[in-house]
């Protein structure tokens, strides 16, 4: 894989006339349930956004919150998982990592009640450039996560997931356009399996995030596209998946000056992930987000 700094290089919030911008998202993934959490910042701007799926019920829950002015969210370069959100003017809602509490997810909003441990890893690292600017991201995936979760008052329960985990900063591009897939799941041969791929940023033809990690152990992916609709991923190696969406997280905002739309299902994965490596089952997301900031 890349080498790459233990961190992010630059933590300014303008950088060469471009906003930083940086987050943290956890997703999760079970044969229940899948879910992700992120906190977000872009320039002074700051937001947090969860969902919540639950398979049995075909139920998803979701939020998106923006931050008051006052909230910060911190990111401190070389700690995996080592974020913080904190606001004198609003309870939080959604925490991903506090001061001695690396690794963790806690969330209480809408019904829900989550707080899971995160066995966090080295990961992998990678620094790209985008446009005129550079973007530092550090990527874990088929990480445990182990907690309790409580829905509508209701009495909690024991909860064991696998985790994509992507810590993210940096000064992308005016004008961005990725497509993304991750997930977690199992080889033919019985191996954990995981992977983390892109198109549109972070896609070098090496020194890039997309990776595959088997038995814990990652390897960067060649280059790979997406059908339009999400429903495929194809690799230059010859390996292709399918994605069987099964329910939808969207948000389109347009605030002038910044602007958002997306679309990003969770579902089930089948088919052979880069490198030649057939899948006896697969979860995760696949996202298209196209980003004016």
């Given at each position: 894989?890349?080498?790459?700094?233990?961190?992010?290089?630059?933590?300014?919030?303008?950088?060469?006339?471009?906003?930083?911008?940086?987050?943290?998202?956890?997703?999760?993934?079970?044969?229940?349930?899948?879910?992700?959490?992120?906190?977000?910042?872009?320039?002074?701007?700051?937001?947090s956004?969860?969902?919540?799926?639950?398979?049995?019920?075909?139920?998803?829950?979701?939020?998106?919150?923006?931050?008051?002015?006052?909230?910060?969210?911190?990111?401190?370069?070389g700690?995996?998982?080592?974020?913080?959100?904190?606001?004198?003017?609003?309870?939080?809602?959604?925490?991903?990592?506090?001061?001695?509490?690396p690794?963790?997810?806690?969330?209480?909003?809408?019904?829900?009640?989550?707080?899971?441990?995160?066995?966090?890893?080295?990961?992998?690292?990678?620094?790209?450039?985008?446009?005129?600017?550079?973007?530092?991201?550090?990527?874990?995936a088929?990480?445990?996560?182990?907690?309790?979760?409580?829905?509508?008052?209701?009495?909690?329960?024991?909860?064991?997931?696998?985790?994509?985990?992507?810590?993210?900063?940096?000064?992308?591009?005016?004008?961005?356009?990725?497509?993304?897939?991750?997930?977690?799941?199992?080889?033919?041969?019985g191996?954990?399996?995981?992977?983390?791929?892109?198109?549109?940023?972070?896609?070098?033809?090496?020194?890039?995030?997309?990776?595959?990690?088997?038995?814990?152990?990652?390897?960067?992916a060649?280059?790979?596209?997406?059908?339009?609709?999400?429903?495929?991923?194809?690799?230059?190696?010859?390996?292709?998946?399918?994605?069987?969406?099964?329910?939808?997280?969207?948000?389109?905002?347009?605030?002038?000056?910044?602007?958002?739309?997306?679309?990003?299902?969770?579902?089930?994965?089948?088919?052979?992930?880069?490198?030649?490596?057939?899948?006896?089952?697969?979860?995760?997301?696949?996202?298209?987000?196209?980003?004016?900031?």
């Amino acid at each position: 894989m890349a080498s790459a700094p233990d961190g992010p290089p630059i933590l300014r919030m303008i950088h060469g006339g471009r906003p930083l911008k940086r987050w943290r998202y956890v997703g999760l993934f079970g044969e229940q349930l899948m879910a992700c959490a992120a906190l977000v910042q872009v320039g002074p701007a700051r937001q947090s956004f969860w969902a919540l799926y639950e398979r049995g019920e075909r139920r998803l829950r979701q939020r998106t919150r923006l931050f008051p002015r006052r909230a910060t969210l911190r990111l401190r370069p070389g700690l995996p998982g080592r974020h913080e959100r904190r606001s004198r003017g609003e309870p939080g809602r959604v925490r991903l990592g506090s001061r001695g509490e690396p690794g963790r997810v806690r969330l209480r909003d809408g019904g829900v009640e989550l707080d899971l441990q995160l066995e966090e890893e080295e990961g992998i690292q990678a620094l790209c450039t985008h446009g005129s600017g550079l973007v530092w991201t550090r990527k874990q995936a088929g990480v445990a996560a182990r907690g309790t979760l409580a829905l509508d008052g209701g009495r909690a329960r024991e909860l064991t997931v696998r985790a994509v985990i992507d810590d993210t900063a940096g000064y992308h591009a005016r004008h961005t356009e990725w497509w993304w897939a991750a997930g977690v799941g199992e080889s033919s041969d019985g191996l954990a399996a995981a992977w983390n791929l892109v198109r549109g940023v972070n896609d070098p033809p090496t020194g890039s995030e997309r990776a595959v990690w088997v038995a814990g152990q990652p390897h960067e992916a060649p280059p790979v596209s997406f059908a339009a609709d999400l429903s495929s991923i194809s690799c230059e190696d010859g390996s292709s998946m399918d994605f069987h969406a099964e329910a939808e997280r969207t948000r389109r905002e347009n605030l002038l000056i910044v602007a958002s739309d997306y679309r990003a299902p969770f579902g089930t994965f089948s088919g052979t992930l880069p490198g030649g490596i057939p899948l006896a089952h697969g979860l995760g997301v696949c996202e298209h987000h196209r980003a004016r900031w």
